[in-house]
């Protein structure tokens, strides 16, 4: 029997279950349990942050048929003919309960066009179907859909938090966490904590949490690495290692992580100071340069002479 993937078994089914940021939020979704509906929701956030973990709770808790909902992951389906196809095929039929669910993950995958026609489908059948999507940039919804959904942003948790349910998890599991490796893996994937999660079952098979081995962590390896370069102090190698591994739409996360880990340059708060201004710079430039490699390997040289000084 193949082993139960930790991120399923420890996914929060009940909204007591679910850890909300907000309480204001949290209040509100207690208010649609109590009223038994939702409004259209767009979910928005990081990925791996929970969206789509607080949509099947609130799909769990009002208790909708697995006849009344559709889950579609836009990255895959995306096109207008998807929307009109499957979507609209979907919600003209009528629902089992109270209403008809189409749970729309990465909706920001979605073509203009495609969004367009997802509004009009909103539009036709609101009165027996709800929409709820998820997005990882809520900037690239047309704003026709956002004024018919209420949003709803999922932020960050504190990475101190996140290392602790990690660390958790391990202890439940019977792993023996070893705290360097654990800040390491925390460091490569937050706030990603379905990533985190995976990567510790991945390297805890021993009953003992390991450094991956080459490969076992396939496309992320090189973020490991990184971190465990960064770490040590060598920024040359690290700017060596991202330029040749990373792929062009994932440098403005770099540089985002780049924010949250200022303690790898320095530990000094003016020194820190002047490494904000140096990332932000360089996330300024990425918006404008041709080679973004270029741009990232300037910005990594700044920091490196910072930490020399």
Same mark, same amino acid.
């Given at each position: 029997?193949?082993?139960?993937?930790?991120?399923?078994?420890?996914?929060?089914?009940?909204?007591?279950?679910?850890?909300?940021?907000?309480?204001?939020?949290?209040?509100?979704?207690?208010?649609?349990?109590?009223?038994?509906?939702?409004?259209?929701?767009?979910?928005?956030?990081?990925?791996?942050?929970? %969206?789509?973990?607080?949509?099947?709770?609130?799909?769990?808790?009002?208790?909708?048929?697995?006849?009344?909902?559709?889950?579609?992951?836009?990255?895959?389906?995306?096109?207008?003919?998807?929307?009109?196809?499957?979507?609209?095929?979907?919600?003209?039929?009528?629902?089992? !309960?109270?209403?008809?669910?189409?749970?729309?993950?990465?909706?920001?995958?979605?073509?203009?066009?495609?969004?367009?026609?997802?509004?009009?489908?909103?539009? +036709?059948?609101?009165?027996?179907?709800?929409?709820?999507?998820? @997005?990882?940039?809520?900037?690239?919804?047309?704003?026709?859909?956002?004024?018919? @959904?209420?949003?709803?942003?999922?932020?960050?948790?504190?990475?101190?938090?996140?290392?602790?349910?990690?660390?958790?998890?391990?202890?439940?599991?019977?792993?023996?966490?070893?705290?360097?490796?654990?800040?390491?893996?925390?460091?490569?994937?937050? *706030?990603?904590?379905? %990533? @985190?999660?995976?990567?510790?079952?991945?390297?805890?098979?021993?009953?003992?949490?390991? *450094? *991956?081995?080459?490969? $076992?962590?396939?496309?992320? $390896?090189?973020?490991?690495?990184?971190?465990?370069?960064?770490?040590?102090?060598?920024?040359? +190698?690290?700017?060596?290692?991202?330029?040749?591994?990373?792929?062009?739409?994932?440098? +403005?996360?770099?540089?985002?992580?780049?924010?949250?880990?200022?303690?790898?340059?320095?530990?000094?708060?003016?020194?820190?100071?002047?490494?904000?201004?140096?990332?932000?710079? !360089?996330?300024?430039?990425?918006?404008?340069?041709?080679? *973004?490699?270029?741009?990232?390997?300037?910005?990594?040289?700044?920091?490196?002479?910072?930490?020399?000084?």
């Amino acid at each position: 029997m193949a082993k139960e993937l930790w991120v399923e078994k420890y996914r929060p089914k009940t909204v007591k279950d679910y850890v909300f940021r907000d309480q204001a939020q949290k209040d509100q979704v207690n208010g649609w349990l109590k009223d038994k509906s939702i409004p259209h929701l767009l979910f928005s956030g990081h990925a791996g942050i929970g %969206k789509t973990t607080l949509a099947k709770v609130l799909l769990n808790e009002l208790e909708v048929s697995e006849y009344d909902l559709l889950e579609i992951n836009a990255s895959r389906t995306n096109s207008v003919e998807d929307v009109r196809d499957k979507i609209v095929n979907f919600v003209q039929m009528i629902p089992f !309960g109270d209403f008809k669910v189409v749970l729309l993950d990465e909706a920001d995958y979605l073509s203009p066009n495609a969004q367009a026609a997802l509004r009009g489908v909103m539009e +036709e059948y609101h009165t027996t179907s709800r929409f709820i999507l998820t @997005c990882n940039y809520p900037n690239r919804i047309i704003p026709a859909i956002h004024s018919r @959904c209420q949003g709803f942003h999922i932020t960050n948790v504190d990475q101190t938090e996140f290392t602790a349910r990690i660390a958790t998890i391990l202890l439940e599991e019977g792993v023996e966490p070893d705290l360097d490796v654990l800040d390491t893996f925390v460091k490569a994937t937050y *706030p990603d904590m379905r %990533k @985190c999660i995976n990567m510790c079952q991945m390297n805890s098979t021993t009953g003992k949490l390991l *450094p *991956p081995q080459k490969g $076992d962590t396939g496309e992320s $390896d090189y973020k490991v690495d990184m971190v465990e370069l960064f770490k040590a102090g060598k920024i040359t +190698e690290a700017r060596k290692l991202i330029c040749s591994q990373a792929r062009p739409e994932e440098m +403005e996360d770099i540089f985002r992580w780049m924010y949250d880990n200022l303690e790898v340059f320095t530990a000094e708060e003016d020194k820190q100071d002047q490494a904000i201004l140096i990332i932000k710079q !360089g996330l300024v430039d990425h918006s404008f340069v041709a080679d *973004p490699e270029i741009n990232m390997s300037a910005t990594l040289v700044k920091l490196a002479r910072l930490t020399k000084e």
